[in-house]
T-cell receptor
Framework: KAGVTQTPRYLIKTRGQQVTLSCSPI?????VSWYQQTPGQGLQFLFE???????NKGNFPGRFSGRQFSNSRSEMNVSTLELGDSALYLC??????????????FGPGTRLTVL | QKEVEQDPGPLSVPEGAIVSLNCTYS??????FMWYRQYSRKGPELLMY????GNKEDGRFTAQVDKSSKYISLFIRDSQPSDSATYLC???????????FGTGTRLTIIP
């Protein structure tokens, strides 16, 4: 069974630009969560999608948004990029929502550098 | 104060030693406790999953949860160079898929 895939793996942007990252969950998984990982803050939860609906949101500004498609694939968008947005963006998929017994499987991440 | 505190290390131990990794937390709603391992340039992979208090063993790995002290531990026996990675603790509350992570401990096993 293929794991979680994320594209692109590396991305360089300049301040003020916007970026879209993509995540394909494990086949059959319906929940996709996004996390930002930085050396100072560690892994921080961005949001979670289930059946094309955002079900949970972390404490990030509105410049960070996402969506999920009917095939469970998800995209994350960051508008008006700032230097502090440089990070590893990870997505994780799991079978279903509303049970913490479902294991989350992480993708390899997209390394975003903002210049 | 962060909800989950984890000593960032780095931690270096000789091959074959027992490694102890720890996290403390403040949110008493957390019921699910996980340890993830993350190699350089990779996403985190789940190592151990524990519900509520108690111990869980899987091969060379043992996870312990003490909810009364809000303290969790991961022990690695007979440590190997391949165990060199960053270890992240994570926790969640019932009915909430959001994981709250520690900042990770960077571990190096010296051959």
């Amino acid at each position: 069974k293929a794991g979680v895939t994320q594209t692109p793996r590396y991305l360089i942007k300049t301040r003020g630009q916007q970026v879209t990252l993509s995540c394909s969950p494990i086949s059959g998984h319906r929940s996709v969560s996004w996390y930002q990982q930085t050396p100072g803050q560690g892994l921080q939860f961005l949001f979670e999608y289930f059946s094309e609906t955002q079900r949970n949101k972390g404490n990030f500004p509105g410049r960070f948004s996402g969506r999920q498609f009917s095939n469970s694939r998800s995209e994350m968008n960051v508008s008006t990029l700032e230097l502090g947005d440089s990070a590893l963006y990870l997505c994780a998929s799991s079978l279903a929502l509303a049970t913490s017994t479902d294991t989350q499987y992480f993708g390899p991440g997209t390394r975003l550098t903002v210049l | 104060q962060k909800e989950v505190e984890q000593d960032p290390g780095p931690l270096s131990v000789p091959e074959g030693a027992i490694v102890s990794l720890n996290c403390t937390y403040s949110n008493s709603a957390f019921q699910y406790f996980m340890w993830y391992r993350q190699y350089s340039r990779k996403g985190p992979e789940l190592l151990m999953y524990t519900y509520s208090s108690g111990n869980k063993e899987d091969g060379r790995f043992t996870a312990q949860v003490d909810k009364s002290s809000k303290y969790i531990s991961l022990f690695i026996r007979d440590s190997q160079p391949s165990d060199s990675a960053t270890y992240l603790c994570a926790m969640s509350a019932p009915g909430n898929e959001k994981l709250t992570f520690g900042t990770g401990t960077r571990l190096t096993i010296i051959p």
